[in-house]
C-alpha cells in the first residue's frame, strides 16, 4: 500500500507566528509605556485624529516634567494649542499637565483661559494647576468639588433609566436617558467621577431643556485634591464646607485628615493677617 502523506505543517507555522506577530505590534504601538523618541512625541502630538496617540505623547511630556528633562520645553507651544482643542480629554489632560511648571507664563495665561471652560472637568484640574502658581483664582472652583454638582438635562421629554442614588460613576457614565415627543432618545451622561448624591426627576417625569435631573458627589480623590489646594488657598468662608468634611462619619480617615489640615492651614493664615 502506498503511504499516505501528512500535510505539511509548515504554512500553517508560519501563519500562527503570523498572528502572533500581528497581536504583538498591535499591543505595542498601543501600549502607553512605549517610550517615544522625541520625532514620535511631536508627530503623535499633532494626530488629534487619534486621540490614543495624543494622551501617549502627553504621558511621555508628563514623565519627562517630573524628572526635571527640559527637553519637555520644546512640546510647550503644542500643549498651549491642545488648551484649545474640541475634544475635552486632551484640555483637561493639559490642564493638569501645566502645573508641573509653574515657571511658565504662558501656561499660567492658558491656565486661566481653561478655568471659564464649559466643562467643569476642565475648569476643576485648571484650578489645581494654578494653585501651584500661587494663583487664587480658581478657589471657588476648588470649593464647588466639594459640594454637590447639579447634572441638567439638554433636551425635553420623558426621563428614563436612570441610575439609583448612591451610584458610583465614572466621567461619561450613562446617567439616564430623556425620550422626546419625536421618538429620539437624549443620553445624559456624567460631566464628573463621582457618586449619585440624589435623584431630582424621577423616571417617567417630564423636564424640560436646562432643568435639574440629578446631583453628584465628588469622588473621593478629587475631594482630597480640593481639600489640599484649599489648604494653600482657602479663606475663612470656605471653614464650614471644609469642617463638613472633617466631621463626617462618611468620608474616609484619608479626606478627614485632609480636611482638618486644611482648616488649621486657613485657621493659621487668618491669625497671621490680624497681625
Given at each position: 500500500?502506498?503511504?499516505?502523506?501528512?500535510?505539511?505543517?509548515?504554512?500553517?507555522?508560519?501563519?500562527?507566528?503570523?498572528?502572533?506577530?500581528?497581536?504583538?505590534?498591535?499591543?505595542?504601538?498601543?501600549?502607553?509605556?512605549?517610550?517615544?523618541?522625541?520625532?514620535?512625541?511631536?508627530?503623535?502630538?499633532?494626530?488629534?485624529?487619534?486621540?490614543r496617540h495624543v494622551q501617549h505623547a502627553l504621558l511621555q511630556i508628563q514623565q519627562r516634567m517630573e524628572r526635571g528633562d527640559t527637553t519637555a520645553k520644546t512640546w510647550y507651544p503644542q500643549l498651549?494649542?491642545?488648551?484649545?482643542?474640541?475634544?475635552?480629554?486632551?484640555?483637561?489632560?493639559?490642564?493638569?499637565?501645566?502645573?508641573?511648571?509653574?515657571?511658565?507664563?504662558?501656561?499660567?495665561?492658558?491656565?486661566?483661559?481653561?478655568?471659564?471652560?464649559?466643562?467643569?472637568?476642565?475648569?476643576?484640574?485648571?484650578?489645581?494647576?494654578?494653585?501651584?502658581?500661587?494663583?487664587?483664582?480658581?478657589?471657588?472652583?476648588?470649593?464647588?468639588i466639594l459640594r454637590p454638582f447639579a447634572v441638567k438635562t439638554t433636551a425635553s421629554g420623558t426621563i428614563a433609566s436612570s441610575l439609583p442614588?448612591?451610584?458610583?460613576?465614572?466621567?461619561?457614565?450613562?446617567?439616564?436617558?430623556?425620550?422626546?415627543?419625536?421618538?429620539?432618545?437624549?443620553?445624559?451622561?456624567?460631566?464628573?467621577?463621582?457618586?449619585?448624591?440624589?435623584?431630582?426627576?424621577?423616571?417617567?417625569?417630564?423636564?424640560?431643556?436646562?432643568?435639574?435631573?440629578?446631583?453628584?458627589?465628588?469622588?473621593?480623590?478629587?475631594?482630597?485634591?480640593?481639600?489640599?489646594?484649599?489648604?494653600?488657598?482657602?479663606?475663612?468662608?470656605?471653614?464650614?464646607?471644609?469642617?463638613?468634611?472633617?466631621?463626617?462619619?462618611?468620608?474616609?480617615?484619608?479626606?478627614?485628615?485632609?480636611?482638618?489640615?486644611?482648616?488649621?492651614?486657613?485657621?493659621?493664615?487668618?491669625?497671621?493677617?490680624?497681625?
Amino acid at each position: 500500500m502506498p503511504r499516505v502523506r501528512a500535510p505539511g505543517s509548515g504554512p500553517i507555522l508560519i501563519l500562527a507566528g503570523l498572528f502572533v506577530a500581528a497581536t504583538f505590534l498591535a499591543w505595542y504601538f498601543t501600549w502607553f509605556g512605549r517610550e517615544l523618541s522625541d520625532a514620535d512625541v511631536s508627530k503623535y502630538l499633532a494626530d488629534e485624529k487619534n486621540p490614543r496617540h495624543v494622551q501617549h505623547a502627553l504621558l511621555q511630556i508628563q514623565q519627562r516634567m517630573e524628572r526635571g528633562d527640559t527637553t519637555a520645553k520644546t512640546w510647550y507651544p503644542q500643549l498651549i494649542a491642545l488648551s484649545g482643542s474640541n475634544e475635552t480629554e486632551f484640555r483637561l489632560t493639559v490642564a493638569w499637565l501645566m502645573g508641573f511648571d509653574n515657571s511658565s507664563p504662558q501656561f499660567h495665561e492658558a491656565l486661566l483661559k481653561l478655568l471659564k471652560d464649559g466643562e467643569p472637568i476642565v475648569r476643576r484640574n485648571a484650578a489645581l494647576a494654578l494653585v501651584r502658581f500661587n494663583d487664587a483664582s480658581g478657589r471657588e472652583e476648588l470649593v464647588a468639588i466639594l459640594r454637590p454638582f447639579a447634572v441638567k438635562t439638554t433636551a425635553s421629554g420623558t426621563i428614563a433609566s436612570s441610575l439609583p442614588e448612591g451610584a458610583t460613576v465614572a466621567r461619561t457614565t450613562l446617567l439616564a436617558r430623556v425620550g422626546q415627543p419625536d421618538g429620539k432618545i437624549v443620553e445624559i451622561r456624567s460631566p464628573l467621577p463621582g457618586r449619585i448624591q440624589k435623584l431630582l426627576r424621577a423616571n417617567g417625569a417630564q423636564v424640560t431643556e436646562g432643568d435639574e435631573v440629578l446631583s453628584l458627589n465628588s469622588d473621593e480623590n478629587s475631594v482630597w485634591e480640593a481639600l489640599r489646594a484649599l489648604s494653600l488657598v482657602g479663606t475663612a468662608e470656605d471653614a464650614a464646607i471644609i469642617e463638613s468634611y472633617a466631621n463626617s462619619t462618611e468620608t474616609s480617615a484619608r479626606v478627614r485628615d485632609q480636611a482638618k489640615n486644611a482648616l488649621d492651614a486657613i485657621k493659621s493664615r487668618n491669625r497671621d493677617l490680624r497681625r
